[in-house]
């Protein structure tokens, strides 16, 4: 079973510039989050969907990100423009459907290193 | 709110010695916890996780951890350190209804020869 893929694994762009990321999820997944890392910080969500919906998106730091799941499938994250604090390590993680007991692990992918310049 | 602490940033230890990392737990209600692991250039890998029940939490590679009410503590440990146990290692938690996940700043851990 394919794993959480991320695309691409490192991204360098000026400050000012958009960058698309990428996560697919392991499939059959509901729930899709996106973490991020600043600077060997904490690891601090971002958003939640489940399937297509937006369910939280209270870890989004300001309007120039924005966060996609297509069909409910794969998800995109768009930074524009881009701004020198945005480096980072961008990850995504994917979980199954809530059900009794279900303790929501997530599965993580290897995570996207953007660093703007 | 739920939060999560880890102490130590960096850990050194020797090949075959103890490794305890510290966590430690704030939470309003019964929490789920988790410890992740991070390989150079790989992603979040989990390592054990606290749902309910036994208190005490097998993992994989060793590592074990035990869920200390008392204390509001989450400590990782494994009886004899390895080479290849040489990561990052990162102390999470939910609580209630909260679907995602609260992480601690990550603990390096370096194993000596």
């Known amino acids: 079973e394919a794993g959480v893929t991320q695309f691409p694994s490192h991204s360098v762009i000026e400050k000012g510039q958009t960058v698309t990321l990428r996560c697919d999820p392991i499939s059959g997944h509901d729930n899709l989050y996106w973490y991020r890392r600043v600077m060997g910080k904490e690891i601090k969500f971002l958003l939640h969907f489940v399937k297509e919906s937006k369910q939280d998106e209270s870890g989004m730091p300001n309007n120039r990100f924005l966060a996609e799941r297509t069909g409910g499938t794969y998800s995109t994250l768009k930074v524009q423009p881009a701004e020198l604090e945005d480096s980072g390590v961008y990850f995504c993680a994917s979980s199954q459907g809530p059900r009794t007991g279900d303790t929501g692990e997530l599965f993580f992918g290897e995570g996207s290193r953007l660093t703007v310049l | 709110a739920q939060s999560v602490t880890q102490l130590g940033s960096h850990v050194s230890v020797s090949e075959g010695a103890l490794v305890l990392l510290r966590c430690n737990y704030s939470?309003?209600?019964?929490?789920?916890l988790f410890w992740y692991v991070q390989y150079p250039n790989q992603g979040l890998q989990l390592l054990l996780k606290y749902t309910t029940g036994a208190t005490l939490v097998k993992g994989i590679n060793g590592f074990e951890a035990e869920f200390k009410k008392s204390e509001t503590s989450f400590h990782l440990t494994k009886p004899s350190a390895h080479m290849s146990d040489a990561a990052e290692y990162f102390c999470a938690g939910r609580g209630g209804s909260a679907r995602q996940l609260t992480f601690g700043s990550g603990t390096q851990l370096t194993v000596l020869p």
């Open positions: 939470s309003s209600v019964p929490p789920y």
